[in-house]
């Protein structure tokens, strides 16, 4: 019996269903299911809400969701050799866990919550990335997702939650910034996991900025590019792969010519962007 559950300890479920973590797919499996615990909390009271999973494996964090009060619970896992697991919990919590085996990248999730969920998951670290830009990035906004609370390896949560001025900071903390308020919670040590990673993981929570400054994300997403992509170079150098006069565009928007990408904050980057739109004839 385990400690949230009259369910057998995760230990025991991985190795009666001969659940070896496969790099492959991105697996560690956290095993401590009072850091599980720690994660459904950090997502904010679950009870009367949808939750989406993403990679739930032998169910750690599942059965913390649902022991939290999740009113339902959407798992999206790509290994079928977790499903007989994931089945045992859904015996245990009738009529409130949904398992759904397929490819989160080539589901359409938010056709499947059905409405505004918490996305809560321990994103395995090869698609952890892809997943999140792709919710960052949905139109129309506000996003049918309500918050999200996810692990990623510290240097991305790193990356994520980065501001102008910091080292990290980058084309993806402009994203996270431009449409989101991301927090990092806490730190989980690579000795928590099964097998152990090479490196320390962290819990970030996001919720949706309810009204970012306008602009187009394509927009956005060019400027961005060019400005990181030579990100020790001035802005005036750096914006030529945009096509248009570096000089004007950031003249038109009171950028010094001499300033690098990691100087601008995110509204400096929303102000370029329209500016190039309005420059290429598409503002």
Same mark, same amino acid.
């Given at each position: 019996?385990?400690?949230?559950?009259?369910?057998?300890?995760?230990?025991?479920?991985?190795?009666?269903?001969?659940?070896?973590?496969?790099?492959? *797919?991105?697996?560690?499996?956290?095993?401590?299911?009072?850091?599980?615990?720690?994660?459904?909390? @950090?997502?904010?009271?679950?009870?009367?809400?949808?939750?989406?999973?993403? =990679?739930?494996?032998?169910?750690?964090?599942?059965?913390?969701?649902?022991?939290?009060?999740?009113?339902?619970?959407?798992?999206?896992?790509?290994?079928?050799?977790?499903?007989?697991?994931?089945?045992?919990?859904?015996?245990?919590?009738?009529?409130? *866990?949904?398992?759904?085996?397929?490819?989160?990248?080539?589901?359409?999730?938010?056709?499947?919550? =059905?409405?505004?969920?918490?996305?809560?998951?321990?994103?395995?670290?090869?698609?952890?990335?892809?997943?999140?830009?792709?919710?960052? @990035?949905?139109?129309?906004?506000?996003?049918?997702?309500?918050? !999200?609370?996810?692990?990623?390896?510290?240097?991305?949560?790193?990356?994520?939650?980065?501001?102008?001025?910091?080292?990290?900071?980058?084309? *993806?903390?402009?994203?996270?910034?431009?449409?989101?308020?991301?927090?990092? !919670?806490?730190?989980?040590?690579?000795?928590?996991?099964?097998? %152990? %990673?090479?490196?320390?993981?962290?819990?970030?929570?996001?919720?949706?900025? %309810?009204?970012?400054?306008?602009?187009?994300?394509?927009?956005?997403?060019?400027?961005?590019?060019?400005?990181?992509?030579?990100?020790?170079? !001035?802005?005036?150098?750096?914006?030529?792969?945009?096509?248009?006069? %570096?000089?004007?565009? *950031?003249?038109?928007?009171?950028?010094?010519?001499?300033?690098?990408?990691?100087?601008?904050?995110?509204?400096?980057?929303?102000?370029?962007?329209?500016?190039?739109?309005?420059?290429?004839?598409?503002?």
């Amino acid at each position: 019996m385990s400690a949230i559950d009259d369910l057998p300890p995760l230990s025991e479920v991985v190795k009666t269903h001969g659940l070896d973590a496969r790099k492959a *797919l991105g697996q560690n499996f956290l095993f401590d299911l009072n850091l599980t615990a720690r994660i459904a909390r @950090s997502a904010g009271p679950l009870a009367g809400h949808t939750v989406l999973e993403v =990679g739930p494996g032998p169910g750690g964090l599942t059965r913390a969701l649902l022991a939290a009060g999740a009113e339902r619970v959407v798992a999206i896992e790509r290994d079928p050799r977790c499903l007989p697991a994931l089945a045992e919990i859904a015996a245990r919590y009738p009529g409130r *866990l949904e398992v759904i085996e397929g490819d989160a990248l080539a589901i359409d999730m938010g056709a499947l919550a =059905g409405g505004p969920v918490r996305i809560v998951a321990n994103l395995p670290y090869n698609v952890g990335t892809q997943l999140l830009i792709g919710w960052l @990035s949905l139109d129309p906004w506000p996003p049918w997702w309500a918050s !999200m609370t996810l692990m990623f390896q510290k240097e991305v949560a790193e990356r994520i939650t980065a501001a102008a001025g910091d080292d990290a900071y980058g084309r *993806l903390g402009v994203l996270a910034g431009w449409r989101s308020i991301a927090t990092q !919670m806490f730190d989980i040590s690579p000795r928590a996991f099964v097998p %152990p %990673p090479k490196v320390t993981s962290t819990v970030v929570h996001f919720e949706p900025h %309810p009204a970012p400054l306008p602009c187009r994300l394509g927009a956005l997403e060019a400027v961005t590019a060019a400005a990181f992509g030579q990100r020790r170079k !001035m802005l005036r150098q750096s914006l030529k792969a945009l096509g248009v006069d %570096p000089i004007a565009l *950031l003249a038109a928007v009171e950028i010094d010519p001499t300033a690098r990408a990691e100087t601008i904050p995110v509204a400096g980057f929303v102000a370029l962007a329209n500016a190039f739109d309005a420059a290429t004839g598409r503002g």
